[in-house]
């Protein structure tokens, strides 16, 4: 699985579009880091691919290891339903629910017509109950389109770093 | 002085005999043994040392040179396929200082070379050449001795490989005993199957057993999983995973087959699409045809780790409502952590189309990220953190279900077969098996 989609222009830091893109990549995280689900879902347009495939261990030679097979694989409904599922109060993994706090980085920004990809890096730390915090760390490669003043992501690939998710479930959203 | 062989002692150092502290006859089971180190060191010897282990499937391995590293038992190994196509399963580990050799999940290769000292062994485990060989006087090297340690035994069936390090241990078809007839009603049913990608892994702050315990029990689903009944994913019937059998073949292996409630006909020929079940007629008997066509889901755990889920998943995530077939297995790293595997297998004959769904559904529902299963690993955290203290140690977890239950007289299978799938009858089965296969008995886990 390929991280670059497109070989679009570059996106300077100095300019207006990417420092748009870089808030909407900051409120994003902080609409997951607050709880605010469902304004997180209208970010995505209806027809999002949302897919966080699983990693291996393999030799440089065979490429960074990502699989054809999913530790998510998702689409609007089922991010919809990941959702409602943590409205309820039965969705034991998240009642209480996790403190999560979604650091994004290294932002990369390139265009390619009304279409911009964003890659950044994340970390994601995840504290609950009394236990010590989890981290999942990766790339995220995003598809983002315009949608008035900001933005929708059509498109999402969670690269994670970790070949074995040692983070119990992964019951938090990237 | 004549050394006369005794049976391992059953005695831990504070002087508890284990089978007074585990009794499965009564549903009484310590707390104690699924976080006390003691315990742990001895079921590493006497269960992961010396049984039947699970390493991976025939698909995943379909050329020469191909292989993955898994463990057998906890001890690392690569299972991979010769240049003749022959599987074998060695100690993943050089001769010379122990270096892992095979060092990446899965790969092809001709030859497996250790980068400490370059030593390198063919793909059917020969020593092919060891480092600065003009060095080493006469009989100082020798070649022939000097293979991959492979496990004692190997063998398959329906594809799946396992393993065990125990020469003694009953040959594979021996010890699966009849589990063998209801695999086949699981992995044989349309002719075969193949594993679809790579296994997801994750870790969990948990004792290896509570993960075990959880498989075999339908009646947690209705609690541990309302969320999905929340959300109309599951019916909103308490008793509704009741609607079935469980069946204890012997030996620790486990099942249950479920049929739904009544007149809910979704919960028929396991679930599997129409083209699927018409090949049933073709690979079972009658009699197993009959149990894969009145039942929708099963569960299965060939002891001690290896599990079967087949499972629908009704409700929307887009009314996908294929079947799909969950394969795990949980291997401990310490008393209470445990890393889990999971993998995805799916009908050779299946089509692309059922394919993804089967996929699409699976990794929305199970793995690590499934919203059923995201909450069982919860469930195994907390019942790891509230029974490792010394006051929760002194008492039994309760197991008791079904005590009583009468057998069913009807079923057309092999092994104790039950009329209801609520109940604890299987579990009980597991746990005489860990109490055997500890102290050294002869017993075939027919404890329920």
Known sequence: MSQLETAGTPVLPNTELYGRVLEFLHREAELLDTYKFDAWLALFTEDIDYQMPVRTTRFLTDGEGFEDFGLMAENHASLTTRVRRLETEFAWAEVPPSRTRHFISNVIVEQDGDSIEARACFMVTRTRQDLDYQMYTGQRVDRLVPDGDSFKIARRRILADQTVITGTNLSVLF | ?448
Request: proline fraction near 6%; charge should be negative; glycine fraction near 10%.
């Open chain 2, 1 to 448: 002085m004549t050394a006369t062989p005794t049976a391992p002692s059953t005695r831990l150092r504070n002087g508890d005999a284990l089978e007074e502290i585990v009794r499965p006859q009564e549903g009484l089971i310590s707390r104690r043994i699924f976080t006390d180190p003691e315990v742990f060191e001895l079921e590493l010897e006497r269960i992961f040392g010396k049984g039947w282990f699970f390493i991976g499937h025939d698909s995943e391995i379909p050329e020469p040179g191909d292989l993955v590293t898994r463990p057998c038992g906890i001890d690392p190994v690569v299972l991979i396929r010769d240049d003749e196509g022959v599987v074998h399963a060695f100690l993943n580990s050089c001769r010379h200082r122990g270096m892992r050799i095979a060092r990446t999940d899965r790969d092809n290769a001709t030859f497996l070379k250790c980068p400490y000292h370059g030593w390198s062994y063919k793909n059917n485990g020969e020593l092919l050449n060891a480092a600065c060989e003009n060095h080493y006087g006469e009989g100082e090297l020798v070649k022939e001795e000097l293979g991959l340690i492979p496990v004692a035994q190997l063998g398959s069936y329906h594809g799946l490989w396992f393993g065990t390090w125990n020469e003694h241990a009953p040959p594979l078809d021996e010890w699966l005993g009849d589990m063998r007839w209801y695999m086949d009603i699981i992995f044989g049913r349309t002719g075969g199957l193949e594993i679809m990608g790579p296994p997801q892994i994750w870790e969990v702050d948990t004792a290896w057993k509570f993960a075990t315990d959880n498989f075999t029990d339908n009646f947690h689903v209705f609690s541990s999983h309302h969320s999905l009944v929340e959300l109309g994913m599951l019916p909103n019937n308490p008793d509704f995973a009741a609607y079935g059998h469980m069946i204890v073949p012997g030996n620790g292996h486990i099942l249950h087959f479920v049929q739904g409630e009544p007149g809910n006909d979704d919960y028929r020929g396991l679930g599997l699409s129409h083209d699927l079940r018409a090949k049933f007629d073709e690979f079972l008997t009658p009699e197993q045809k009959s149990i894969a066509d009145d039942h929708g889901y099963s569960a299965g755990t060939i002891w001690p780790n290896f599990h079967w889920l087949q499972l629908i998943s009704a409700g929307d995530m887009e009314a996908h409502e294929e079947a799909f077939l969950n394969l795990r297995m949980e291997t401990p790293i310490t008393p209470t952590r445990t890393r889990m595997w999971s993998w995805l297998a799916v009908d050779k004959d299946a089509t692309p189309e059922y394919r993804k769904k089967v996929y699409e559904t699976y990794v929305r529902t199970f793995g690590p990220s499934g919203i059923f299963d995201q909450d069982d690993m919860e469930n195994w955290e907390d019942c790891t953190r509230a029974n490792i203290g010394p006051a929760a140690r002194r008492y039994t977890l309760h197991h008791k279900m079904g005590l009583k239950r009468a057998t069913a007289t009807d079923w057309p299978g092999p092994g104790v077969a039950y009329p209801d799938s609520y109940g604890e009858m299987t579990q009980r089965s597991w746990y005489a098996q860990w109490l055997t296969s500890m102290t050294g008995g002869n017993g075939n886990g027919r404890g329920a």
